[in-house]
């Protein structure tokens, strides 16, 4: 196997990646615009999107990271709206989306148009969280559609297997798709309330972080593929057992917490910068097969599909958003009201991603009659460009729409203040405790070390009040800027200090290395200090 083509896809996509922190475009915009151009620059292999590693191998960790991101509580707060997005929009938007491509595409049989619903219907969660933290949008929306985009995968892979069944012959009827949608449902749920007790038990347990972070990236794995085994959602599996572990992670022990932060930013950035290079490389792959249908045809069939996607998702967004509060009288008290700007935001916000590619490439070629699959590559080509579509029209438009619309964001100043005074109450506990434990004789320190932990204690609680106040007349930096510069020029003086006796051989390289890990861990700190 010739390893050098995944290790040239991973280093372009990291290098644009990182470029695209400096310019104002969301990086899954820029990765497929560059993985367009790539695809026809001669000597760049062809990269095929195989389904069998995409679902298995590359889905579970992005949704193991996303979900260890999200907020149980926001997400249960906001149930009812993620629910009608994820489950109910999907159905609708697979329905609605098949009938009309039925109608707009001649000799294209219903089954296969519902198929191609099915596959275009869920939109994608790497792009909507990376593009929402790009634009700042208010933390209800984000919530939302990161909620959405977490299962509305369990939901479009179950509708596609239902109307597979019938576009190949297998048979299918709606009592049928009905029981297989709950039983995936359910069951993936039910795997991962079984699952997500005894991992976290065995987390908490283990004693190395290294085979506390192994067992990390083995988890979204094993999920997804303990709830596949028994005919369940691995997707749903893979997200009830991440949510549990990310409310609970505070029972970990800290080395593992910072190790695994560290690894699962990894593993998400390489994972995403390589995934959606790959949509853009699909391009001739796609074109290639389009076989009978002309290029103005097939241009024409594009832009409609990608027309009744965007608007199905409006026709859906407004009614879903309001016909609640106007049904119930206990919603309309619970909740304020919502302004028709967040539903616009919502509906402009359906990007799709890798997933619909992947789940279209999986797409049999005959039949059970050994018949080729009806319009399979047209298919294929209607999914790309759909994808395309949304990345790049909504993508780019988003930023823009949000702030025409004048639509608030987070309110920092606020969420400062509510950090610094939870630091304080948290502080005030901690140097209460510290009383209590200096009164016992087996914890009597000299009064260095009790000055030392006492200051520790004082400038923990006083650096978020810092950052409410008023930068340096002088630099224009704030204290926790200057702190952290500060601490850093010191540590670095440190370790010039320890190379250079390495290089003087009056110590060797495990002594060197153990006194800049005790340095790395004090920056670490420092840094973290100010920016927590």
């Known amino acids: 196997m010739d390893v050098l083509p995944l290790v040239a896809l991973i280093a372009a996509s990291a290098a644009v990646a990182g470029a695209a922190r400096r310019t104002p475009v969301p990086a899954p915009l820029l990765l497929v615009a560059v993985g367009l151009v790539a695809a026809y620059v001669p000597g760049v292999p062809d990269y095929h999107l195989d389904p069998h590693i995409v679902l298995p191998l590359i889905l579970p960790p992005l949704l193991h990271t996303a979900a260890l991101e999200s907020s149980y509580l926001d997400l249960r707060a906001n149930l009812r709206p993620v629910a009608l997005l994820s489950v109910g929009y999907t159905l609708f938007a697979t329905v609605a989306v098949g009938w009309l491509a039925y109608l707009l595409i001649p000799d294209l049989p219903l089954t296969a148009a519902l198929v191609l619903g099915a596959v275009i219907a869920p939109p994608d969660a790497v792009a909507a969280t990376a ?6 949008l208010p933390s209800r929306i984000t919530t939302i559609l990161q909620g959405e985009s977490l299962v509305n995968d369990a939901t479009a892979i179950t509708a596609y297997k239902v109307a597979l069944a019938a576009a190949v012959g297998e048979g299918a009827s709606w009592a049928g798709g009905i029981r297989e949608f709950l039983m995936a449902a359910v069951g ?13 038990w065995l987390r908490r347990h283990l004693k190395e972080a290294m085979l506390q972070n192994t067992l990390s990236l083995l988890i979204p794995f094993v999920a997804y593929a303990a709830a596949e085994q028994v005919g369940a959602s691995g997707v749903l599996a893979v997200v009830v057992v991440a949510l549990f572990l990310g409310h609970r992670s505070w029972e970990v022990d800290f080395e593992t917490r910072l190790q695994e932060a560290a690894v699962w930013k990894v593993v998400a950035f390489i994972l995403e910068s390589a995934v959606f290079a790959l949509i853009g490389l699909q391009l001739p792959l796609v074109l290639r097969g389009l076989g009978e249908y002309s290029g103005i045809q097939a241009a024409w069939y594009a832009l409609g599909v990608f027309f009744f996607v965007v608007l199905a998702r409006f026709v859906w967004s407004y009614p879903a958003t309001y016909l609640p509060r106007m049904l119930s009288k206990r919603i309309k008290e619970r909740e304020h ?4 700007r967040r539903p616009l935001v919502v509906s402009w916000a359906g990007m799709r991603g890798v997933v619909s590619l992947a789940i279209a490439f999986s797409i049999p070629l005959v039949m059970d009659d050994g018949e080729p699959f009806p319009a399979r590559n047209l298919v294929l080509f209607l999914t790309f460009t759909t994808v395309i579509g949304t990345l790049v029209v909504q993508g780019l438009s988003l930023p823009w729409l949000i702030r025409v619309l004048k639509l608030p964001g987070r309110d920092t100043q606020a969420e400062t203040l509510a950090e610094a005074q939870a630091q304080n109450a948290a502080s005030q506990a901690a140097e209460r405790r510290v009383d209590e434990l200096m009164e016992d004789e087996r914890n009597r320190l000299p009064q260095p070390l009790q000055d030392r932990l006492r200051t520790v204690l004082e400038r923990r609680r006083n650096s978020v009040w ?8 002088v630099t224009g930096e704030s204290a926790d800027d200057t702190y952290r510069r500060l601490a850093r020029e010191a540590i670095a003086a440190e370790r010039e200090v320890f190379v250079k006796m390495r290089d003087e051989r009056r110590i060797d390289d495990e002594m060197m290395r153990t006194l800049l890990r005790k340095l790395d861990l004090e920056e670490a700190a420092a840094y973290r200090e100010v920016e927590d």
């Open 188 to 200: 993936g749920v039910g795997v991962g309330l079984i699952l997500m007790v005894p991992l976290h």
């Open 466 to 473: 810092e950052r409410l106040g008023q930068s340096n007349p």
């Open 131 to 136: 593009i929402a933290r790009k634009v700042g």
């Open 337 to 340: 009201v919502m302004d028709w």
